[in-house]
């Protein structure tokens, strides 16, 4: 398994396709071809689900210029740890929602174009890679089952769309540098080619990185949160006639960091490349091909003797899918949606173990995954009813795993798991009612899936001093749901949302504690979560106030363990974020971000507490001269301290204050 070498034909071959029918689009005649760079408009239906939209404007005032950060406009959305993508494992980035408790694998399913963007092996988001500033909008939508490409949506979806020239102009460009010295470069072009268009970007950002550690627990091993990372894509998109556009899209990055002790160096990489076909005629269609190569290494320092403990050297993996959906004309009435999905996954962790800062042994563990999905849904308009009703029937399997085990100048231990496959069906269904006066009602019920990962399954790994074991038995996460609630649009540009759910993961993944500072992942009954999400938007003329809140009561079902009753681990209560906006012209923008985490515990059996943050983060920009303007950031105004890790008393921290100032440049 050498996915980087496997596949890296196909990235030129990607480029060979799309490249040509730009030429074709270049005779094309753009007054009778209109591409979008898109997929399929969202079937009518969409809003009887709690979708929240989070425009180009929004995405683009996120203090720290990470992803991360401009997702939480959602209240709710939540990273397994608190800290950004510049101060954290990436393997602990893991993205839910709804409070179904903290997992470094992601619950939320995360789609870029459609393209499932969790890691093969480890199941975190590669939120470096994913720079706001070449987004549309992020659709996100809470509850499960996301039908066509819904495995994996236990916790909702978020559906990310690239933007294309008309957002992003000819060439736009931003250098800026923040108060410890730390930089952030990023650049896009974007030019139109006949009816097609091309986008290429590039980011770069480095700095040596705030301390995580307190002050009165720092040694002299400790170290800032350097980091260093660099992303770049190539998207085409192209008609091929006038009812069919071809997207391609190639892309790679890399990210590099070093955490809390001197050589505990982390880094993550990738390439990516998909395929896309969308056809707007009268049977619309959507035919999507991916390949995804990914590698991870880690050094892991002791706490306790600064020595190494493990290097994680190496950690190749592979995601293939593709998914096909046909819209056939059924009526106006109906949107009927067909198709099929397929994943697969392999990967395996070449690690060498360390006793007293010497190699003692070497483990290697992995294996496959597969899901193949197949669904089918129907959106019913009667008036001011629209109906809604899918299915899928999902056909997993789980193998090859294997656990190596070589102790120094000893015999290789190998153990072998079974196989497994089976089927799970899920389904979600909905309605919405349009009363009159901008108000809507609506309602649904879903179910869905997850498999675990192949790092859940067989990958053991301890963050001094807690060993956390695998476990190859784990059963696949099955989601219950069911929610309700009202959209109000009573004027042009002022709207609110309000939504009771009731979510319930059955056989969810934790990680149990079992022993002293011992804890294995293992399938608990289930995880409850019950509450209720605001929202709210009103934009009048130049100034727009949005915010969203998000109040859950989860709970850990386990009869017989100490688990039962309690908190999922790493789940805050309230979240709630707000920001109020004035923008006077399109190249002024001030902006500040209210953003409150509420407390919540480290681990299962809520013995280390993480203390409720609020920050403040602020956005300007201003023109200066000609096609440059002038751009102010800060993050945490009032140096809030947000405790990420308590294990024990052991502590880490996230984003102290932090001002950056730059220029933006940007030609249309």
């Given at each position: 398994?050498?996915?980087?070498?496997?596949?890296?034909?196909?990235?030129?071959?990607?480029?060979?396709?799309?490249?040509?029918?730009?030429?074709?689009?270049?005779?094309?005649?753009?007054?009778?071809?209109?591409?979008?760079?898109?997929?399929?408009?969202?079937?009518?239906?969409?809003?009887?689900?709690?979708?929240?939209?989070?425009?180009?404007?929004?995405?683009?005032?996120?203090?720290?210029?990470?992803?991360?950060?401009?997702?939480?406009?959602?209240?709710?959305?939540?990273?397994?740890?608190?800290?950004?993508?510049?101060?954290?494992?990436?393997?602990?980035?893991?993205?839910?929602?709804?409070?179904?408790?903290?997992?470094?694998?992601?619950?939320?399913?995360?789609?870029?174009?459609?393209?499932?963007?969790?890691?093969?092996?480890?199941?975190?988001?590669?939120?470096?890679?994913?720079?706001?500033?070449?987004l549309a909008i992020a659709r996100v939508t809470r509850g499960g089952g996301?039908?066509?490409?819904?495995?994996?949506?236990?916790?909702?979806?978020?559906?990310?769309?690239?933007?294309?020239?008309?957002?992003?102009?000819?060439?736009?460009?931003?250098?800026?540098?923040?108060?410890?010295?730390?930089?952030?470069?990023?650049?896009?072009?974007?030019?139109?080619?006949?009816?097609?268009?091309?986008?290429?970007?590039?980011?770069?950002?480095?700095?040596?990185?705030?301390?995580?550690?307190?002050?009165?627990?720092?040694?002299?091993?400790?170290?800032?949160?350097?980091?260093?990372?660099?992303?770049?894509?190539?998207?085409?998109?192209?008609?091929?006639?006038?009812?069919?556009?071809?997207?391609?899209?190639?892309?790679?990055?890399?990210?590099?960091?070093?955490?809390?002790?001197?050589?505990?160096?982390?880094?993550?990489?990738?390439?990516?490349?998909?395929?896309?076909?969308?056809?707007?005629?009268?049977?619309?269609?959507?035919?999507?091909?991916?390949?995804?190569?990914?590698?991870?290494?880690?050094?892991?320092?002791?706490?306790?003797?600064?020595?190494?403990?493990?290097?994680?050297?190496?950690?190749?993996?592979?995601?293939?899918?593709?998914?096909?959906?046909?819209?056939?004309?059924?009526?106006?009435?109906?949107?009927?949606?067909?198709?099929?999905?397929?994943?697969?996954?392999?990967?395996?962790?070449?690690?060498?173990?360390?006793?007293?800062?010497?190699?003692?042994?070497?483990?290697?563990?992995?294996?496959?995954?597969?899901?193949?999905?197949?669904?089918?849904?129907?959106?019913?308009?009667?008036?001011?009813?629209?109906?809604?009703?899918?299915?899928?029937?999902?056909?997993?399997?789980?193998?090859?795993?294997?656990?190596?085990?070589?102790?120094?100048?000893?015999?290789?231990?190998?153990?072998?798991?079974?196989?497994?496959?089976?089927?799970?069906?899920?389904?979600?269904?909905?309605?919405?009612?349009?009363?009159?006066?901008?108000?809507?009602?609506?309602?649904?019920?879903?179910?869905?899936?997850?498999?675990?990962?192949?790092?859940?399954?067989?990958?053991?790994?301890?963050?001094?001093?807690?060993?956390?074991?695998?476990?190859?038995?784990?059963?696949?996460?099955?989601?219950?749901?069911?929610?309700?609630?009202?959209?109000?649009?009573?004027?042009?540009?002022?709207?609110?949302?309000?939504?009771?759910?009731?979510?319930?993961?059955?056989?969810?993944?934790?990680?149990?504690?079992?022993?002293?500072?011992?804890?294995?992942?293992?399938?608990?009954?289930?995880?409850?979560?019950?509450?209720?999400?605001?929202?709210?938007?009103?934009?009048?003329?130049?100034?727009?106030?949005?915010?969203?809140?998000?109040?859950?009561?989860?709970?850990?079902?386990?009869?017989?363990?100490?688990?039962?009753?309690?908190?999922?681990?790493?789940?805050?209560?309230?979240?709630?974020?707000?920001?109020?906006?004035?923008?006077?012209?399109?190249?002024?923008?001030?902006?500040?971000?209210?953003?409150?985490?509420?407390?919540?515990?480290?681990?299962?059996?809520?013995?280390?507490?993480?203390?409720?943050?609020?920050?403040?983060?602020?956005?300007?920009?201003?023109?200066?001269?000609?096609?440059?303007?002038?751009?102010?950031?800060?993050?945490?105004?009032?140096?809030?301290?947000?405790?990420?890790?308590?294990?024990?008393?052991?502590?880490?921290?996230?984003?102290?204050?932090t001002l950056w100032a730059g220029v933006r440049v940007a030609f249309r």
């Amino acid at each position: 398994m050498q996915p980087c070498l496997r596949h890296a034909a196909l990235f030129p071959l990607l480029a060979g396709i799309a490249l040509p029918s730009l030429a074709l689009a270049d005779e094309a005649a753009p007054d009778q071809i209109v591409v979008t760079g898109r997929g399929l408009d969202a079937a009518p239906a969409a809003v009887a689900y709690d979708v929240q939209d989070i425009d180009r404007d929004r995405l683009a005032v996120a203090a720290s210029g990470r992803l991360e950060d401009a997702l939480s406009a959602a209240a709710g959305f939540q990273q397994f740890r608190r800290s950004d993508s510049r101060a954290s494992n990436p393997s602990a980035q893991g993205i839910t929602l709804r409070a179904l408790g903290g997992n470094a694998t992601s619950r939320t399913l995360l789609l870029l174009d459609g393209v499932p963007m969790a890691d093969p092996f480890f199941g975190y988001v590669p939120l470096s890679a994913l720079a706001p500033e070449r987004l549309a909008i992020a659709r996100v939508t809470r509850g499960g089952g996301s039908g066509a490409f819904g495995a994996g949506a236990v916790a909702g979806t978020i559906d990310l769309t690239s933007a294309g020239p008309d957002q992003l102009g000819l060439f736009g460009g931003r250098a800026l540098v923040d108060d410890r010295g730390e930089t952030e470069v990023s650049a896009t072009l974007a030019p139109k080619l006949g009816a097609g268009y091309l986008v290429a970007s590039g980011r770069w950002d480095r700095g040596r990185g705030f301390w995580t550690t307190p002050v009165d627990q720092r040694v002299p091993a400790s170290v800032r949160a350097r980091y260093e990372s660099w992303s770049t894509s190539l998207r085409a998109v192209a008609p091929l006639t006038s009812t069919v556009e071809l997207q391609a899209r190639v892309a790679a990055f890399n990210d590099a960091r070093m955490l809390r002790f001197a050589g505990a160096d982390t880094a993550a990489s990738g390439q990516d490349a998909s395929l896309r076909l969308v056809g707007r005629g009268a049977w619309q269609f959507d035919a999507l091909a991916y390949v995804q190569s990914r590698d991870f290494n880690n050094v892991v320092i002791s706490a306790r003797n600064f020595l190494p403990t493990l290097n994680q050297r190496a950690t190749p993996s592979t995601g293939i899918g593709g998914k096909f959906e046909l819209r056939p004309p059924v009526g106006k009435a109906h949107v009927l949606r067909l198709g099929a999905d397929w994943r697969y996954a392999e990967g395996k962790t070449e690690e060498d173990v360390y006793t007293a800062g010497r190699i003692s042994g070497q483990r290697r563990a992995g294996g496959t995954n597969r899901d193949l999905g197949l669904f089918i849904e129907d959106d019913w308009t009667l008036g001011p009813v629209i109906l809604t009703a899918g299915a899928r029937a999902d056909r997993w399997s789980v193998r090859n795993g294997l656990f190596e085990q070589t102790p120094l100048g000893g015999n290789t231990v190998t153990t072998l798991y079974p196989d497994r496959s089976g089927w799970d069906g899920s389904f979600r269904g909905g309605a919405v009612v349009k009363l009159g006066g901008g108000l809507a009602l609506r309602g649904s019920a879903y179910t869905g899936l997850r498999q675990p990962t192949l790092n859940e399954l067989y990958r053991t790994f301890t963050v001094f001093p807690i060993v956390t074991r695998a476990n190859a038995a784990l059963q696949n996460e099955k989601l219950r749901g069911f929610e309700g609630g009202l959209d109000w649009r009573p004027a042009p540009g002022l709207s609110f949302s309000a939504t009771a759910f009731d979510n319930k993961v059955r056989h969810a993944i934790a990680n149990v504690t079992i022993a002293p500072n011992v804890r294995e992942r293992q399938n608990v009954d289930a995880v409850h979560a019950k509450g209720i999400e605001l929202g709210a938007e009103a934009k009048l003329g130049a100034f727009s106030l949005s915010g969203s809140f998000a109040y859950t009561d989860a709970k850990v079902e386990a009869p017989g363990t100490a688990l039962d009753g309690k908190r999922p681990s790493q789940t805050p209560r309230y979240a709630a974020s707000a920001t109020a906006a004035w923008r006077p012209s399109p190249r002024t923008t001030l902006s500040l971000t209210v953003r409150h985490t509420g407390a919540q515990f480290e681990d299962d059996l809520e013995t280390d507490i993480l203390p409720a943050a609020t920050t403040l983060d602020a956005y300007a920009e201003a023109p200066i001269a000609g096609p440059f303007s002038l751009v102010l950031r800060g993050e945490n105004l009032f140096d809030e301290t947000v405790v990420t890790r308590n294990s024990g008393g052991s502590i880490d921290l996230g984003t102290p204050r932090t001002l950056w100032a730059g220029v933006r440049v940007a030609f249309r």
